[in-house]
């Protein structure tokens, strides 16, 4: 059965640190993964999503980047933090047109 | 306007209520559709998946799907204190864009 990692759960960072979160899939091969931010009371922000290796498309420009160093493994980081990156943090994967999965979330609080 | 239109809520029923969700869309490609539940917190969990006109029924929940009026519901009979979360919809733009509404925040009174 396919499975999705992310950590931490939680987070709380200093403003103009730099951000590393990690997601990981089990389970499955060449799957499109996916970075969403939910801030409290809204929708989900898609930020970045990936078809493959080295593959990164962003749908916002941003203080943030992403990065897939390996087929299921996808990173999201920042050089340096800003409040407004403050929020719940989303891994998920699927395949085109399937059902998306989602990991168990990382709080990020910038402080 | 926005792609995807859902409900804030809060809405509150009594246990043992159905509840109806909806959203409403713009987009006539979307050929994809989603219900999600969400608990504080947490992530996601995909309730569910379908990508035709009429109903999808799994145990209590019932999808429905009307293309023609651009408008999605969920249906939960028999409501439970455990079903109190936020339900979010989400639907498919092209291949890969994943499109949610805000979700509706449901309290389910015992």
């Known amino acids: 059965s396919q499975t999705i990692h992310q950590w931490p759960a939680t987070l709380v960072q200093p403003v103009g640190s730099p951000l590393s979160l990690e997601c990981t899939v089990e389970?499955?091969?060449?799957?499109?993964l996916y970075w969403y931010r939910q801030a409290a009371g809204r929708g989900l922000q898609l930020l970045f999503y990936?078809?493959?290796?080295?593959?990164i498309s962003s749908e916002v420009p941003q203080n943030l980047s992403a990065s897939r160093p390996q087929d299921r493994q996808f990173i999201l980081s920042s050089k340096k933090l800003l409040l407004s990156d403050s929020g719940f943090y989303l891994c998920?994967?699927?395949?085109?047109?399937?059902?998306?999965?989602f990991g168990s979330g990382t709080q990020l609080s910038v402080l | 306007q926005k792609e995807v239109e859902q409900d804030p809520g809060p809405l509150s029923v009594p246990e043992g209520a159905i509840v109806s969700l909806n959203c409403t869309y713009s987009?006539?490609?979307?050929?994809?559709f989603m219900w999600y539940r969400q608990y504080s917190r947490k992530g996601p969990e995909l309730l569910m998946y379908?990508?035709?006109?009429g109903n999808k029924e799994d145990g209590r929940f019932t999808a429905q799907v009307d293309k023609s009026s651009k408008y999605i519901s969920l249906f939960i009979r028999d409501s439970q204190p455990s079903d109190s979360a936020t339900y979010l919809c989400?639907?498919?733009?092209?291949?890969?864009?994943?499109?949610f509404g805000t979700g509706t925040r449901l309290k389910v009174l015992a």
């Open positions: 389970g499955t091969s060449n799957p499109n």
């Open positions: 989400a639907m498919i733009r092209g291949t890969y864009k994943y499109i």
């Open positions: 987009n006539s490609a979307f050929q994809y």
């Open positions: 990936s078809v493959g290796i080295g593959q």
């Open positions: 379908t990508y035709s006109s």
């Open positions: 998920a994967h699927g395949r085109s047109n399937e059902k998306l999965f």
